[in-house]
C-alpha cells in the first residue's frame, strides 16, 4: 500500500493550521516529521502527521504537551 505524502498546504490545512504555523514548527522542531523530497520540496507521511497530533492530546488546557515529545 502507498503511503500518502501531503505537501506544506495540505498537512497545515489537515492539521487545522496556515502553512506559515506548519513552517515555524518544522524550523523549531516541534511539529511533525518531514520528508525531504527535493531541495526545496518538503512532504509530509499521513501517517507522522496523525501520531504527532495523537501525542499532542490533552485532557487539561493546563497540560505540558512539550515535554511528551
Not at 5 to 11: D, E, G, N
Not at 23 to 46: C, H, M, N, Q, S
Request: net charge positive.
Amino acid at each position: 500500500m502507498a503511503r500518502r505524502v501531503l505537501r506544506t498546504p495540505q498537512a497545515a490545512d489537515y492539521c487545522g493550521f496556515s502553512p506559515r504555523t506548519l513552517e515555524k514548527l518544522r524550523l523549531t522542531g516541534d511539529g511533525p516529521t518531514f520528508v525531504r523530497l527535493g531541495a526545496r520540496a518538503i512532504g509530509y507521511l499521513v501517517d507522522d502527521v496523525d501520531a504527532w497530533l495523537t501525542s499532542r492530546r490533552c485532557t487539561s488546557t493546563s497540560e505540558d504537551t512539550r515535554s511528551s515529545a
